[in-house]
């Protein structure tokens, strides 16, 4: 029953629209607070990451100072070994592009 301009509701649907309300506001909270869960979650994970990559900074410069310039040497590969394998995927893409297109032309030429 809707509350309508001068009709009264009785104390019976006053009760059940109260109960009705407060379920939704419930549900409304459950959302949300899973909502905050995943970032929070999201938070920790990236929290995580830099944990690692933080770790993995100092392990390789850890030795440093016993042999000098061996660290850097060591990061400076990992760069080198990323940036080679973009260029791969890279390339890859372009050529699978490229082969397409050709069979888009050959296509157009059979019609």
């Known amino acids: 029953p809707r509350e309508k301009e001068g009709v009264k509701l009785s104390s019976k649907a006053k009760e059940k629209k109260e109960r009705k309300r407060e ?3 419930g549900k409304k909270g459950g ?6 869960e995943r970032k929070e979650r999201k938070k920790e994970k990236e929290r995580k990451k830099e944990k690692e990559r933080k770790k993995e900074k100092e392990r ?12 850097q040497a060591i990061f400076q590969s990992k760069r080198k070994e990323g940036k080679k394998e973009r260029e791969k995927g890279r390339k890859e893409r ?12 050959k296509e157009r030429k059979r019609k």
């Open 23 to 25: 379920r939704k506001e």
């Open 31 to 36: 959302k949300e607070g899973r909502k905050k």
């Open 60 to 71: 390789i410069f850890e030795g440093l100072s016993q042999r000098e310039g061996r660290g």
């Open 94 to 105: 372009r050529e699978g592009r490229k082969k397409e297109r050709k069979e888009g032309k």
